[in-house]
């Protein structure tokens, strides 16, 4: 054989390597890709479940806030009804003891929606972390 020929044959032989390298690596990315696809499919439906649950949350303490309310008003308007008698007292210490649940309530909302928010952001970081990783 020539050399030609030879040098011809080892650029083949290294081609060849080359191509098997290029096409078990573009495998590789691919499988890693769709892996990655996938856990940002899952990482969306976390998001959309966890919006959710906090939007049921948030209108379930939006009821309970709302009945609350209803009672206080029914409560200042039985005070006003009452006034001069001497059962006035009770009335007055039923007032303020709804005025401090519908004051925790409203903290209670707060402290929901913030810890909602957080626990979201704080998922969403850790799944994008390990996704990124």
Not at 48 to 58: A, G, P, R, Y
């Amino acid at each position: 054989m020539s050399s030609m020929q030879m040098k011809l044959k080892d650029l083949r032989a290294e081609f060849n390597g080359e191509k098997i390298q290029y096409n078990a690596t573009l495998k590789a990315h691919n499988e890693q890709m769709h892996n990655l696809k996938g856990e940002v499919k899952t990482l969306q439906s976390e998001i959309q479940f966890l919006n959710e649950k906090h939007n049921n949350e948030k209108q379930s303490m939006s009821v309970s806030f709302k009945q609350l309310q209803q009672k206080y008003l029914q409560a200042s308007e039985n005070l006003k009804t009452f006034e001069g008698i001497p059962n006035i007292q009770q009335i007055q210490d039923d007032n303020k003891a709804l005025q401090n649940e519908i004051s925790n309530k409203n903290q209670q909302i707060v402290e929901l929606n913030k810890c909602a928010d957080e626990s979201r952001k704080n998922e969403v970081s850790k799944r994008i972390s390990t996704v990124f990783d």
